[in-house]
């Protein structure tokens, strides 16, 4: 098949006789080429030519074969992740196409996931959403859409992460503290599951009290912070015992006891632009951050009543709705935000 390249090939994609994963070969490139060139005697041009030519004729064959099954189905907790990564990249590198990828997820989401009465399906394949979603999927999409509220500052990502986390409370909380993993209305099972180990992704209670910590900074609404410090004392001991299995515990918990920022900027233009770069100049996790023309306080509780400068945008640094005197001097938020 291969005819004079086969030798050169089968050395590249590590092909022998006897197999290289359970008695059958599957291509993988092991060697650099400049090593497979010394041991063949080839030039490293010679090595790739001949990877070249054979690719094309082994998807040919490999085409005759019945293809693998395909998962193409969308799974609303991992969108939420991605929306938050993406939103988060967009702002901190100033990529409008990052941003655009996760506003496009994120109007998916909020358009083919979201059912009456602000609840939301778990999955989406063929045109059709399904099945109850889970604690995670509320959680994570919450996330992601306060991570994209404060890229982009539309207040339609705001309003449907507080839908999200009002639906979080009303349906999933454990009176003796925490979140189950399922709603009170999901189909009868066994036992209630409510699981807060974080694995590969976060778990559904800690990305909750992610999220309730970072809506009680913008609204100062008690019962978001209520709701996170049951959840967060009942995973108390099991934290302290297996730390590396609670990491987004832990990082929610360092936003709740660090006596976190809520930082308003009220005004447009550039003015307004030059106070939000001080914010977004380095890494702050113990941040969250609202904007407001005069006036305007797009249902978002930390902006009502905050009023610009003598027509100056304005930025006000708040700790509990508690805040520092107005300034359109970045260089006052650098030192307000460098005292925190």
């Not at 307004?272 to 797009?298: C, H, I, K, S």
Request: hydrophobic share 45%; proline share 4%; aromatic share 8%.
């Amino acid at each position: 098949m291969l005819g004079a390249d086969a030798d050169l090939v089968a050395a590249t994609y590590d092909v022998s006789a006897g197999g290289n994963w359970e008695g059958v070969n599957v291509l993988r490139r092991l060697k650099d080429l400049d090593v497979l060139a010394y041991q063949h005697d080839a030039s490293v041009e010679d090595i790739q030519a001949a990877a070249d030519r054979a690719l094309p004729r082994l998807f040919e064959r490999r085409a005759d074969r019945v293809r693998p099954g395909l998962d193409d189905k969308i799974i609303t907790a991992w969108n939420g992740l991605m929306i938050a990564a993406f939103a988060e990249a967009g702002r901190a590198l100033e990529r409008d196409d990052y941003t655009a990828v996760a506003m496009a997820a994120a109007d998916f989401c909020c358009t083919e996931l979201w059912r009456d009465m602000n609840r939301l399906a778990r999955t989406w394949k063929d045109g059709r959403a399904r099945f109850n979603a889970y604690l995670e999927d509320y959680a994570c999409l919450a996330e992601g859409l306060l991570e994209l509220y404060q890229t982009t500052f539309d207040d339609r990502w705001f309003i449907a992460a507080r839908e999200l986390s009002d639906a979080m409370l009303q349906h999933f909380q454990d009176p003796e503290g925490g979140f189950f993993d399922t709603s009170n209305d999901h189909e009868t099972l066994v036992t209630r599951p409510k699981n807060v180990q974080d694995n590969a992704t976060p778990s559904g209670g800690s990305m909750a009290i992610t999220v309730l910590g970072r809506m009680h900074a913008l609204t100062g609404e008690a019962r978001y912070l209520e709701a996170a410090e049951r959840a967060l004392s009942a995973v108390g001991p099991g934290a302290a015992s297996y730390p590396t299995a609670f990491a987004q515990w832990f990082s929610a918990a360092d936003f709740l006891v660090g006596e976190p920022a809520g930082i308003a900027v009220v005004g447009d233009g550039s003015e307004r632009d030059d106070l939000l770069g001080v914010v977004r100049e380095t890494y702050r996790p113990r941040t969250v951050v609202a904007t407001a023309l005069d006036g305007d306080g797009a249902g978002i509780p930390l902006l009502q009543g905050r009023q610009s400068l003598d027509g100056r945008a304005a930025a006000f640094v708040c700790h509990g709705f508690v805040c520092k005197l107005p300034t359109s001097d970045p260089r006052v938020v650098r030192q307000l935000l460098a005292a925190d």
